[in-house]
């Protein structure tokens, strides 16, 4: 089996018609491999977003394919989208979005429990991720009580409850100071290593994107590889 998880192959995607069509991303080709982290640095509005959308087919694309651990995605119907995307990615975003009025522990447990799995398995499984993370001791805290970063690493413990194969990330510490910063993105390195999962990570900071294992942009619709 390949170890590719996420292949965009011939991507375009375009927004209106005619004279105001804006065309994001033109013949646009990506591979992310498992264990691996690419960061996308580029200008705002350049397309980061876009092209996480895509990725994580919460958009679709007018042309190109975008296989999901081998699965070409183009003919698939909203079910099998939907079902793929459950399945096999995780999401973290710039902010946290935790439960407040549920534990960092529960917020983990949450999505196991959606998806069918035992409340013992899943508290297991969301003390280990917790623990990986460094924030085990503050399991039973809710949102509220726990620090920006701490929040955040809770997000990333629940973006991967579920053994996912691709993790996207936008902007995962753009609201943390740069220490905070540096300490929430090794974490999430370190997870991604651990699980063996594929990540795409949207930031504007290129001394963390430094950090990961390849760094692309988006200029004139491709994805071109960057050296910082």
Do not use: C
Not at 24 to 39: I, S, T, W
Not at 70 to 75: E, N, Q
Not at 138 to 162: C, F, K, T
Not at 207 to 214: G, S
């Amino acid at each position: 089996m390949s170890d590719v998880h996420l292949k965009l192959s011939q991507v375009h995607r375009h927004y209106g018609e005619g004279d105001t069509m804006v065309r994001v991303l033109e013949a646009a080709d990506l591979e992310v491999r498992a264990g691996e982290m690419v960061a996308i640095v580029a200008p705002s509005g350049a397309g980061k977003s876009t092209l996480l959308h895509v990725s994580g087919l919460l958009e679709k694309p007018q042309a190109g394919e975008v296989e999901i651990v081998g699965t070409p995605t183009s003919k698939l119907n909203e079910r099998g989208r939907t079902l793929l995307r459950r399945n096999t990615i995780g999401y973290v975003y710039q902010f946290h979005h935790l439960l407040p009025e549920f534990s960092a522990l529960e917020n983990v447990m949450m999505p196991q429990l959606i998806a069918g799995q035992s409340p013992k398995a899943a508290t297991e499984r969301a003390q280990e991720l917790l623990d990986s993370l460094g924030i085990g001791p503050r399991a039973l805290h809710r949102p509220a009580e726990l620090s920006g970063g701490e929040q955040q690493r809770v997000a990333i413990a629940r973006a991967a409850a579920n053994h996912p194969r691709i993790i996207l990330a936008d902007e995962p510490t753009g609201n943390l100071d740069p220490t905070t910063s540096g300490v929430v993105f090794d974490a999430l390195m370190n997870l991604i290593l651990n699980e063996n999962a594929a990540a795409l990570i949207a930031t504007h900071n290129h001394e963390l994107a430094k950090r990961a294992h390849r760094i692309v942009t988006i200029r004139n619709g491709l994805i071109e590889t960057l050296v910082l």
